[in-house]
């Protein structure tokens, strides 16, 4: 999984259908090590996710496992609001 956090949205009216109904979310992730955002990319939100929130990010299969839909063209996939976060 991949600490992200959410910094925006995706609207599009024209996709996919197995798209139809999913919140699309701009997520950038984290470093734990030098707290630095790196990439962005685009994930379906699974869990109700707010801009500004720490995520848990989960990409490829297991993406599309989380939306019950194996058939559809999704990578990444917000699974968890972080609360707190400790690293050492």
Not at 36 to 54: L, M, N, R, T, W
Not at 65 to 88: C, F, H, K, Y
């Amino acid at each position: 999984m991949i600490i992200a956090k959410v910094i925006g949205n995706v609207w599009a009216t024209r996709k996919e259908d197995t798209l139809n109904g999913l919140k699309l979310m701009v997520v950038q992730r984290v470093d734990l090590a030098d707290k630095a955002a790196h990439e962005s990319f685009i994930a379906v939100d699974c869990v109700g996710a707010g801009i500004g929130e720490q995520v848990l990010v989960t990409t490829g299969s297991s993406a599309r496992q989380a939306l019950r839909n194996e058939q559809s063209p999704v990578d990444a996939a917000i699974v968890g609001i972080i609360d707190e976060l400790t690293a050492s």
